[in-house]
């Protein structure tokens, strides 16, 4: 059973992430099953656009501490989101944490619905989000990104969307999707397509230079015995040796 379901309406895949028990944890096999739905949607002539959604109240609770997948295969998985010849459309109402801010960040544009809220919280149990700087930090409002990187606060759509990680917010997130998918629907494939790569390039830019710096950094981070001690207490339902 695949953990990203995949629908389509009228030249638009929408691919589901369908792990609520989990909330949606980037685990190995979520990965690799959300790499093979986009490569499905890149070959398939009829899909004109992708929405990337979920099930549940958690858009993704970032990475599985049990099962995560390996940095170079979730490194790839952003990086085939930025690279895809199609516009992929987050579409979020509910939680987003840790590396489910990458996944968000990874897509061209993101709906929100105002209920929706998000953190960094890797600081807290002792890491750094290395590997989600790849799409966050050309995203981000440089002075909020140190602000959320460094505290670990949670903070709400109103704030994603004036610090750039969501382009628009609702009270009803698919009143607001509905005429963006109109308006997409309506775009060439080969306009949608170089259009894209005018407005990723600045991403993937970062990609070539930091890709392989940030998955040594991030090996290095998680093997530490302050990442054991954080993500035990995590698993464990208390505070870390270091909280105060």
């Avoid at 897509?107 to 290395?130: H, K, Q, W």
């Avoid at 140190?146 to 628009?168: K, P, S």
């Avoid at 090996?219 to 015995?225: G, I, K, V």
Wanted: hydrophobic share 50%; glycine share 6%; net charge negative.
């Amino acid at each position: 059973m695949t953990l990203v379901t995949t629908a389509h309406d009228r030249a638009v895949a929408t691919l589901t992430l369908n792990a609520p028990d989990t909330r949606n944890a980037l685990s190995a096999r979520l990965v690799a099953d959300l790499a093979e739905a986009l490569s499905d949607c890149a070959a398939n002539p009829s899909v004109r656009a992708v929405v990337l959604t979920h099930t549940g109240t958690t858009f993704s609770a970032g990475a599985d501490l049990k099962a995560p997948p390996g940095p170079y295969a979730f490194v790839a998985l952003l990086r085939q989101i930025v690279e895809l010849p199609k516009p992929v459309v987050a579409r979020v109402a509910g939680r987003v944490r840790a590396g489910g801010l990458g996944l968000v960040a990874a897509c061209d544009i993101v709906a929100a619905s105002e209920a929706s809220d998000f953190a960094l919280t890797e600081a807290r149990i002792g890491v750094a989000p290395a590997l989600i700087s790849l799409t966050l930090l050309p995203r981000l409002d440089q002075r909020a990104a140190a602000r959320y990187y460094l505290t670990g606060e949670c903070f709400d759509a109103a704030e994603a969307a004036r610090i750039g990680l969501v382009t628009l917010t609702a009270p009803d997130v698919d009143s607001s999707l509905n005429p963006l998918l109109d308006a997409l629907r309506k775009g060439s494939p080969q306009g949608l397509a170089e259009s894209k790569r005018l407005v990723a390039a600045r991403v993937l830019e970062t990609f070539e230079r930091d890709a392989e710096d940030l998955v040594q950094r991030s090996a290095s981070l998680f093997a530490s015995a302050e990442a054991r001690e954080g993500m035990t207490a995590f698993l464990e339902r208390r505070d870390p040796a270091w909280a105060i």
